[in-house]
Protein backbone atom coordinates (compact mmCIF):
# COMPACT_ATOMS: atom_id res chain seq x y z
CA UNK A 1 0.00 0.00 0.00
CA UNK A 2 1.25 3.69 -0.74
CA UNK A 3 0.99 6.75 1.90
CA UNK A 4 -1.61 9.08 1.00
CA UNK A 5 -0.07 12.30 0.13
CA UNK A 6 -0.43 15.30 2.15
CA UNK A 7 -2.38 17.18 -0.36
CA UNK A 8 -5.23 14.52 -0.67
CA UNK A 9 -8.61 13.60 1.12
CA UNK A 10 -10.48 10.48 1.45
CA UNK A 11 -14.27 10.90 1.55
CA UNK A 12 -16.45 7.98 2.24
CA UNK A 13 -20.42 7.69 1.58
CA UNK A 14 -23.21 5.47 2.05
CA UNK A 15 -26.73 5.60 2.26
CA UNK A 16 -29.97 3.00 2.07
CA UNK A 17 -30.41 3.59 -1.99
CA UNK A 18 -26.76 3.59 -3.12
CA UNK A 19 -23.56 1.40 -2.91
CA UNK A 20 -20.95 2.45 -0.43
CA UNK A 21 -17.97 4.19 -1.83
CA UNK A 22 -14.91 5.64 -1.40
CA UNK A 23 -13.63 9.09 -3.59
CA UNK A 24 -10.26 10.51 -2.95
CA UNK A 25 -9.96 14.28 -4.03
CA UNK A 26 -7.37 16.95 -3.54
CA UNK A 27 -7.48 19.27 -0.61
CA UNK A 28 -8.52 22.74 -2.29
CA UNK A 29 -12.02 20.26 -3.44
CA UNK A 30 -12.56 19.03 -0.09
CA UNK A 31 -12.21 22.41 0.97
CA UNK A 32 -14.68 23.51 -1.40
CA UNK A 33 -17.37 20.90 -0.88
CA UNK A 34 -17.41 22.14 3.10
CA UNK A 35 -17.76 25.49 2.20
CA UNK A 36 -20.51 25.17 -0.10
CA UNK A 37 -22.25 23.06 2.53
CA UNK A 38 -21.82 25.44 5.10
CA UNK A 39 -23.42 28.48 2.88
CA UNK A 40 -26.50 25.43 1.76
CA UNK A 41 -27.33 24.62 4.64
CA UNK A 42 -27.38 27.56 7.41
CA UNK A 43 -30.38 27.80 7.38
CA UNK A 44 -30.92 24.28 8.60
CA UNK A 45 -28.42 24.02 11.23
CA UNK A 46 -24.92 25.10 12.34
CA UNK A 47 -21.51 24.49 10.04
CA UNK A 48 -18.55 23.17 11.63
CA UNK A 49 -15.39 25.09 12.74
CA UNK A 50 -12.31 23.75 13.24
CA UNK A 51 -12.21 25.30 16.95
CA UNK A 52 -9.52 24.72 18.77
CA UNK A 53 -7.36 23.06 15.74
CA UNK A 54 -3.84 23.92 15.79
CA UNK A 55 -3.43 22.98 11.94
CA UNK A 56 -5.88 26.14 11.10
CA UNK A 57 -3.24 28.32 8.88
CA UNK A 58 -2.62 31.91 10.60
CA UNK A 59 -4.16 34.04 8.07
CA UNK A 60 -1.76 36.11 5.83
CA UNK A 61 -2.48 39.82 6.13
CA UNK A 62 -1.49 41.49 2.67
CA UNK A 63 -1.63 45.18 4.54
CA UNK A 64 -0.42 46.43 7.49
CA UNK A 65 -3.01 46.25 10.44
CA UNK A 66 -3.22 48.75 13.39
CA UNK A 67 -5.15 46.37 15.46
CA UNK A 68 -4.59 42.61 14.13
CA UNK A 69 -1.22 41.30 15.91
CA UNK A 70 -0.61 37.52 15.49
CA UNK A 71 -2.35 36.74 18.94
CA UNK A 72 -5.23 37.96 17.57
CA UNK A 73 -5.22 36.13 14.31
CA UNK A 74 -3.98 32.71 15.87
CA UNK A 75 -7.27 32.72 17.69
CA UNK A 76 -9.26 34.00 15.13
CA UNK A 77 -8.16 31.39 12.52
CA UNK A 78 -9.27 28.14 14.36
CA UNK A 79 -12.81 29.66 14.03
CA UNK A 80 -12.94 30.66 10.29
CA UNK A 81 -14.70 28.42 7.39
CA UNK A 82 -12.22 26.36 6.18
CA UNK A 83 -12.57 27.98 2.87
CA UNK A 84 -10.68 31.18 4.32
CA UNK A 85 -7.86 29.02 5.71
CA UNK A 86 -4.65 29.46 3.33
CA UNK A 87 -5.50 32.53 1.37
CA UNK A 88 -4.20 35.83 1.86
CA UNK A 89 -6.52 38.81 3.33
CA UNK A 90 -6.66 42.13 2.15
CA UNK A 91 -7.50 45.46 3.59
CA UNK A 92 -10.75 47.10 2.28
CA UNK A 93 -11.46 49.92 5.04
CA UNK A 94 -9.35 51.72 7.68
CA UNK A 95 -10.91 54.46 9.47
CA UNK A 96 -6.81 55.52 9.86
CA UNK A 97 -6.85 55.20 6.07
CA UNK A 98 -10.18 56.59 4.86
CA UNK A 99 -12.42 58.62 7.65
CA UNK A 100 -14.75 57.31 9.68
CA UNK A 101 -17.78 57.01 7.67
CA UNK A 102 -20.52 54.18 7.02
CA UNK A 103 -20.93 55.19 3.12
CA UNK A 104 -17.38 54.68 2.36
CA UNK A 105 -17.42 51.21 3.90
CA UNK A 106 -20.68 50.63 2.02
CA UNK A 107 -18.73 51.87 -1.05
CA UNK A 108 -15.64 50.04 -0.82
CA UNK A 109 -17.47 46.13 -0.82
CA UNK A 110 -19.86 47.20 -3.40
CA UNK A 111 -17.57 44.91 -5.86
CA UNK A 112 -17.07 42.23 -3.14
CA UNK A 113 -18.46 38.59 -3.17
CA UNK A 114 -16.31 37.54 -0.63
CA UNK A 115 -16.47 37.06 3.41
CA UNK A 116 -15.33 40.15 5.52
CA UNK A 117 -13.88 40.03 8.94
CA UNK A 118 -14.44 43.76 10.54
CA UNK A 119 -12.15 44.71 13.86
CA UNK A 120 -12.96 47.35 16.47
CA UNK A 121 -11.06 48.81 19.06
CA UNK A 122 -12.80 50.99 21.41
CA UNK A 123 -11.97 54.15 23.62
CA UNK A 124 -11.14 51.57 26.39
CA UNK A 125 -8.70 49.84 24.09
CA UNK A 126 -10.72 46.61 24.05
CA UNK A 127 -10.78 44.57 20.69
CA UNK A 128 -14.04 43.05 19.04
CA UNK A 129 -16.01 42.21 16.06
CA UNK A 130 -17.51 39.89 13.53
CA UNK A 131 -16.79 37.78 10.88
CA UNK A 132 -19.14 37.87 8.56
CA UNK A 133 -20.08 35.59 5.26
CA UNK A 134 -20.80 38.25 2.74
CA UNK A 135 -19.44 41.62 2.43
CA UNK A 136 -21.76 44.90 3.97
CA UNK A 137 -23.71 46.27 2.09
CA UNK A 138 -27.67 48.35 2.12
CA UNK A 139 -30.33 45.89 2.65
CA UNK A 140 -33.95 45.95 3.44
CA UNK A 141 -33.64 42.40 4.22
CA UNK A 142 -31.19 40.72 6.40
CA UNK A 143 -28.96 38.74 4.79
CA UNK A 144 -25.79 35.96 5.76
CA UNK A 145 -24.79 32.57 6.61
CA UNK A 146 -24.58 30.65 9.78
CA UNK A 147 -20.96 31.13 9.09
CA UNK A 148 -21.35 34.53 10.69
CA UNK A 149 -20.39 35.42 13.98
CA UNK A 150 -19.12 37.55 16.58
CA UNK A 151 -15.87 37.89 18.82
CA UNK A 152 -14.45 39.88 21.71
CA UNK A 153 -10.68 39.85 23.04
CA UNK A 154 -12.51 41.48 25.87
CA UNK A 155 -9.70 40.43 28.03
CA UNK A 156 -9.76 36.53 26.94
CA UNK A 157 -10.90 35.51 23.33
CA UNK A 158 -14.60 34.52 23.18
CA UNK A 159 -16.53 33.11 19.91
CA UNK A 160 -20.48 33.95 19.64
CA UNK A 161 -21.39 31.50 16.76
CA UNK A 162 -24.95 31.46 15.22
CA UNK A 163 -27.39 30.06 18.13
CA UNK A 164 -29.80 28.92 14.99
CA UNK A 165 -32.88 30.68 16.70
CA UNK A 166 -32.91 33.12 14.13
CA UNK A 167 -31.61 34.68 10.58
CA UNK A 168 -30.95 38.25 11.55
CA UNK A 169 -27.19 37.86 10.83
CA UNK A 170 -26.53 41.04 9.06
CA UNK A 171 -28.49 44.28 7.65
CA UNK A 172 -27.63 47.88 7.32
CA UNK A 173 -28.74 51.03 5.82
CA UNK A 174 -26.83 54.27 5.33
CA UNK A 175 -27.46 55.59 8.85
CA UNK A 176 -26.25 52.18 10.44
CA UNK A 177 -24.78 48.47 10.54
CA UNK A 178 -25.80 45.82 12.48
CA UNK A 179 -25.13 42.41 13.03
CA UNK A 180 -27.32 39.63 15.09
CA UNK A 181 -30.66 40.49 16.50
CA UNK A 182 -34.01 40.12 17.62
CA UNK A 183 -34.35 40.44 21.30
CA UNK A 184 -34.97 44.29 21.20
CA UNK A 185 -31.33 44.66 20.24
CA UNK A 186 -28.37 44.30 18.16
CA UNK A 187 -25.19 41.84 18.62
CA UNK A 188 -23.40 44.99 17.27
CA UNK A 189 -24.31 48.37 16.07
CA UNK A 190 -22.99 50.71 14.30
CA UNK A 191 -23.87 54.78 13.61
CA UNK A 192 -23.29 55.98 10.32
CA UNK A 193 -19.92 57.74 11.19
CA UNK A 194 -18.58 54.94 12.56
CA UNK A 195 -18.21 57.25 15.40
CA UNK A 196 -20.52 55.37 18.31
CA UNK A 197 -21.18 51.66 18.17
CA UNK A 198 -23.72 49.53 20.34
CA UNK A 199 -23.45 45.55 21.94
CA UNK A 200 -25.52 44.06 23.15
CA UNK A 201 -27.04 40.29 23.70
CA UNK A 202 -29.16 39.05 21.29
CA UNK A 203 -30.58 35.56 20.32
CA UNK A 204 -29.05 35.45 17.24
CA UNK A 205 -26.00 34.98 18.58
CA UNK A 206 -26.49 34.20 21.96
CA UNK A 207 -23.81 36.67 22.97
CA UNK A 208 -22.79 38.80 25.79
CA UNK A 209 -21.58 42.42 25.19
CA UNK A 210 -18.36 42.47 23.14
CA UNK A 211 -17.34 45.45 25.08
CA UNK A 212 -16.60 46.12 28.62
CA UNK A 213 -19.97 48.30 28.17
CA UNK A 214 -23.39 48.32 26.03
CA UNK A 215 -22.17 51.75 24.73
CA UNK A 216 -18.72 52.58 22.75
CA UNK A 217 -16.92 54.98 21.19
CA UNK A 218 -14.95 53.51 18.07
CA UNK A 219 -11.55 54.85 17.81
CA UNK A 220 -10.11 52.57 15.41
CA UNK A 221 -12.17 50.53 12.94
CA UNK A 222 -10.66 48.12 10.10
CA UNK A 223 -12.70 45.55 7.62
CA UNK A 224 -10.30 42.85 5.72
CA UNK A 225 -11.64 40.36 3.10
CA UNK A 226 -10.10 36.85 2.46
CA UNK A 227 -8.62 37.23 -1.73
CA UNK A 228 -9.05 33.46 -2.97
Known amino acids: MKLLPENMRVFYFASDCVEPYVQIVTVKEAKRRLSLCSSEDSEAEEPEYQEGSEDALLPVLGDH ?15 MPA ?11 STVTH ?52 FSFNPEFQAYRWSGE ?35 SCPTFRNASLSSQEDFI ?10 N
Open 218 to 227: IQDLEVWTVQ
Open 166 to 200: NSYFVSGDLESLQIGGGGGGFGLWLDADLYRGASF
Open 83 to 93: RTQGYPWQLVY
Open 99 to 150: GSSLKTLYRNMASLDSPVLLVIKDMHKKVFGAFSSDPFKVSKYSYGTGETFL
Open 65 to 79: SQLLDDYHLKRLAAH
